[in-house]
């Protein structure tokens, strides 16, 4: 609810803005004008501007959008704290659905007008793009919709395939809450659960994998990439293959080395019948060849150590009494 309110009066704010655009007194700027009064229809666009990959933004540049040589609306961009980014929020106006709007960018420091590439269909009463997920309005075309790189505090190293993140992390890593820097195709937006992600800035409980959707900059294009944590000490796990729990201190209980490392781990142990006689997640080194307090026959025991990831390790206890 408090997202809502907050999304509600960041598009009043902006609206407020569009509606007292003034034209700059710098004797270069364009002398866009527009009269709403003429036309019948409106609608909202929320965007960015992207110059040559890089995001532009100043509160004396200038955004105008046209059907055909007619000027359809007018914006200037406002820097968004909460995403720190210029954005712009623009009405458009029409009397007719589908014409095909174009946009340009009137850059001040440049003294330069931009005829951006991006192009969309008037639609009466739409809404594109918000404060939260801006459209991006750029001089190229925006298709690729890729994580270029992508990485989490403490990691060893990630690898980065068409549909899959895997991230190696120190098997005593605490997953929840991390924060991921990552970049993307230019343009491009990266979300969870329909909201935005940002690089850097948001947070992720990642002791799950996580499935993000990366989108492109025209919107044309998105899919999901699953990410998923890996932990690069598991393979090497050692434990105990004996337990005689006769009290001299040797092999009183079943050991795993290091056990604080896997504490996200899951641990069954089995009969020879396939029964289920031990399971916990995590271990503390306690497992005394007992089922309910009973001790159980003398034998082998099969365990399965399960990782976060899916990893999994199989082997064999030897119980003597």
């Known amino acids: 609810m ?23 007194s710098n004797a270069q700027a364009p002398s866009w004008a527009i009269q ?13 501007i992207m110059i040559g990959n890089e995001i532009r ?7 105008a959008a046209f059907y055909n ?3 359809r609306g007018i914006a200037t961009p406002v820097y968004f704290e909460a995403s720190e980014q210029w954005i712009f929020f623009m009405t458009l106006y029409s009397n007719v659905n589908n014409q095909q709007i174009s946009f340009k960018y009137y850059s001040s420091s440049e003294h330069k007008t931009y005829d951006l590439y991006t192009r969309i269909q008037f639609g009466s009463d739409a809404i594109m793009g918000s404060a939260f997920d801006p459209v991006a309005t750029s001089d190229e075309a925006l298709t690729e919709a890729e994580f270029l790189s992508f990485s989490l505090p403490g990691q ?3 690898s980065i395939s068409e549909e899959q993140i895997v991230v190696v992390m120190p098997t005593e890593a605490a997953l929840g809450e991390l924060i991921p820097v990552f970049t993307v195709s230019p343009g491009a937006v990266v979300k969870l659960d329909e909201e935005v992600l940002l690089s ?12 993000l959707t990366i989108r492109s900059g025209d919107q044309l294009t998105s899919k999901n990439v699953l990410v998923k944590i890996s932990f690069a000490e598991f393979s090497r796990l050692e434990a105990s293959g ?7 201190g040797i092999n009183d209980v079943w050991v795993v080395r290091d056990v604080d490392k896997y504490h996200q781990s899951s641990f069954t142990i089995f009969d020879f019948r396939g029964q289920k006689v031990y399971e916990s997640l995590g271990y503390d080194n306690s497992w005394e060849g007992d089922y309910n ?3 159980l026959p003398t034998g082998a025991y099969y365990y399965i150590i399960k990782a976060p990831d899916g990893t999994v390790l199989k082997g064999v206890i030897s119980l003597v009494h």
């Open 2 to 24: 408090k997202n809502e309110l907050l999304r509600v009066g960041v598009m009043v704010f902006m609206a407020a803005l569009a509606m007292m655009v003034p034209i700059r």
């Open 57 to 63: 933004g100043h509160e004396n540049d200038l955004v």
């Open 242 to 248: 004996v337990v005689s729990p006769n009290g001299d």
């Open 69 to 71: 040589d007619e000027i």
């Open 200 to 211: 850097g800035k948001s947070s992720c409980d990642f002791s799950l994998p996580v499935d």
């Open 293 to 295: 307090n009973d001790a």
């Open 36 to 48: 709403p009064q003429a036309y019948g229809n409106s609608m909202t666009y929320t965007g960015f």
């Open 156 to 158: 060893q190293h990630a």
